[in-house]
């Protein structure tokens, strides 16, 4: 059996992060291992509280997992501060993990902040170049690249720079807040750029929904599929899982995992 990795925050109700990307990997047949980043006090209404762990002990989780249950592809979410960036990335240099899937998570479905200002320097200059892929949704791609990225157009070019500036081998910026009845995303990779489509569901069940999309590219990337076929049958998954979610919550709610 193929085996991922996620390296992200906790979220206690189990929509997104930690319990999320487990949920995803166990759907697509790989067994899940976890390094916790990060612990929130959450429900489908918002972020309460959120702590960062001790970064000795995220390298030391890391290390763990890596001597005994190396993975075949790993992802991170939530990763709070600079320290804990950096103590990531060490981490994956150290054992050579690869390839790795970075969701710069900065900002919940909720609105709350979950990431440090001091973090976002840190991710730009340690976790870029070592991602297979980066997914950034319009906010996140915005402060990676330092400028807005309101429409079709600037996320290509946000994709462009992440990946010919900035290092990452490939970025899909995600397009899910711009307007309209249709969904388009962007991955820029090998050089060329290619829009992925869906029809926009109208919904509140759409908390996790980056975490779930990484999860599951990490997820079939250990079972050594393509980059760009495990993007375009992530994105599948992820409608699906958002238009059979649960509807359990009185916010944001969790996707369908099992989709």
């Given amino acids: 059996m193929k085996i991922a990795l996620t390296i992200a925050g906790s979220d206690s109700?189990?929509?997104?992060?930690?319990?999320?990307?487990?949920k995803t990997f166990h759907r697509f047949g790989v067994f899940g291992t976890s390094v916790l980043a990060a612990i929130t006090a959450q429900n489908t209404h918002g972020v309460r509280a959120w702590a960062a762990v001790d970064a000795a002990l995220i390298a030391a989780q890391l290390d763990a997992v890596a001597e005994d249950l190396r993975p075949h592809a790993l992802k991170s979410g939530m990763l709070a501060d600079a320290a804990v960036v950096e103590t990531v990335?060490?981490?994956?240099?150290r054992h050579g993990l690869a390839p790795y899937v970075l969701?710069?998570?900065?900002?919940?479905?909720s609105g709350d902040v979950l990431l440090?200002?001091?973090?976002v320097a840190a991710i730009a200059r340690d976790l870029l170049p070592l991602a297979?892929?980066?997914t950034p949704n319009l906010g996140e791609a915005a402060v990676l690249v330092g400028e807005p990225v309101p429409d079709v157009a600037a996320m290509e070019r946000a994709a462009r720079r992440l990946v010919d500036d900035m290092g990452a081998g490939a970025a899909l910026v995600k397009g899910g807040h711009l307007p309209g009845d249709e969904l388009v995303d962007v991955l820029y990779a090998d050089g060329a750029i290619e829009r992925f489509r869906h029809p926009r569901l109208h919904t509140t069940s759409t908390h996790g929904t980056g975490c779930t999309l990484s999860a599951a590219v990490a997820?079939?990337?250990a079972e050594g599929r393509g980059l760009r076929d495990a993007v375009a049958e992530s994105l599948d998954f992820v409608h699906r899982a958002i238009a059979t979610a649960p509807g359990i919550g009185g916010g944001h709610g969790p996707l369908n995992h099992w989709a």
Avoid: E, K, S
């Fill in 132 to 134: 297979a892929l980066v």
């Fill in 13 to 22: 109700g189990g929509g997104a992060g930690i319990q999320a990307d487990l």
């Fill in 103 to 109: 969701d710069p998570v900065m900002v919940a479905t």
């Fill in 89 to 93: 990335a060490a981490g994956i240099r």
């Fill in 116 to 119: 440090a200002p001091d973090a």
């Fill in 219 to 221: 997820a079939l990337l």
